[in-house]
């Protein structure tokens, strides 16, 4: 046989995706994404944000590492996305400014988002219960929020996970009642 096809023999396929599959489909048990194992990333600390910032060469002020925490809560991917743009082209004003715009730095994965929730109903309408500070009665739904990563458990307590998805989804998100 040919030693291409002994290589692609041993070969493993590994799949890897930033949110747990639960928002994204209907039948969680037919999917490709309901085998292996799930790994949580908490939020940075707001030390672990400030060593992100150095070893990113940014220098910022310490009012914009304060914004940074607040506006985005030590999300893993959106801080490593706002370091990023900062580091390339960003300045600290621009980037509050324009967080929530849809053209701005982090519009495609709001965007993202906000198509998804548009296309499910029912979890639009309990992330808007809890944009609302309104119990949502279905627990699986806030299941599924949480597992998208849209929501988090704070103090006993429902709560958007980061204040510019708070700040975002609120003014955009409209579901047909």
């Known amino acids: 046989p040919h030693p291409l096809k002994k290589a692609w023999k041993r070969a493993d ?10 928002m994204l489909i209907d039948r969680e048990h037919q999917s490709p994404f309901s085998v292996g194992e799930i790994s949580r990333l908490s939020d940075f600390l707001p030390e672990q944000v400030r060593e992100l910032i150095r070893l990113h060469g940014s220098e910022l002020s310490d009012e914009h590492v304060s914004q940074l925490i607040s506006l985005l809560g030590g999300h893993p991917y ?8 900062l580091r390339k ?5 621009d980037l ?3 967080a929530t715009e849809d053209n701005g730095p982090f519009g495609d994965h709001l965007r993202y988002y906000l ?4 296309e499910k109903r029912d979890l639009a309408i309990a992330f808007c219960q809890i944009l609302q500070n309104e119990k949502c009665e279905d627990e699986s739904l806030v299941y599924r929020l949480e597992a998208a990563g849209l929501i988090k458990r704070r103090s006993g307590k429902i709560v958007p996970r980061c204040k510019l998805y708070e700040d975002y989804f609120r003014e955009r998100l409209h579901p047909r009642v």
Do not use: G, H, W
């Open 115 to 118: 198509l998804r929730l548009q």
């Open 78 to 85: 959106l801080t490593r996305k706002a370091l990023y743009d």
């Open 96 to 98: 509050f400014e324009n």
């Open 13 to 22: 396929l590994v799949l890897v995706i930033s949110t747990e599959p639960s």
């Open 89 to 93: 082209k960003a300045r600290p004003e």
